[in-house]
Nanobody
Framework: QVQLVESGGGLVQPGGSVRLSCVAS????????MGWYRQVPGKERELVAR???????NYADSVKGRFTISRDNAKNTAYLQMNSLKPEDTAVYYC?????????????WGQGTQVTVSS
C-alpha cells in the first residue's frame, strides 16, 4: 500500500555535493519519522540521518557536519543534503519512513539509490 521512491543518486567527485529525495505515496494517513540509511557490501545497513515529525534529528557520527536531513511534510518527502563527500560515503542509500495507514504504524523501505564518490 505504501511506496517510497528515492532519487538523486549517482557519481560525484570527492568534495562534491548531492541531494537525495524520498517521496512516500499510498494510502497514508500520517508519517512519523523519516530517515536515511546506507549499506555497503559486507556491512550491515546503518543509520545516516533521521528526522521525526517534530523536527528532532539524529545523525551518524561519520556524517555530522556534512549531511543534513530535511522534510517537506506537505509533499510526503524527505531530503538528504550531502556535502563534502568522501569515497567512504559510497553506498546504496535507502529511505525509511514510519507510516500510519489506519490499521497501525509500520516502517517502510525504499528501493535504494546508489551514490558513488570517486574521481
Amino acid at each position: 500500500q505504501v511506496q517510497l521512491v528515492e532519487s538523486g543518486g549517482g557519481l560525484v567527485q570527492p568534495g562534491g555535493s548531492v541531494r537525495l529525495s524520498c517521496v512516500a505515496s499510498g494510502s497514508i494517513v500520517r508519517i512519523g519519522a523519516m530517515g536515511w540509511y546506507r549499506q555497503v557490501p559486507g556491512k550491515e545497513r546503518e543509520l545516516v540521518a533521521r528526522r521525526d515529525s517534530g523536527g528532532s534529528t539524529n545523525y551518524a557520527d561519520s556524517v555530522k557536519g556534512r549531511f543534513t536531513i530535511s522534510r517537506d511534510n506537505a509533499k510526503n518527502t524527505a531530503y538528504l543534503q550531502m556535502n563534502s563527500l568522501k569515497p567512504e560515503d559510497t553506498a546504496v542509500y535507502y529511505c525509511n519512513a514510519q507510516i500510519f495507514l489506519g490499521t497501525g504504524w509500520s516502517y517502510y523501505w525504499g528501493q535504494g539509490t546508489q551514490v558513488t564518490v570517486s574521481s
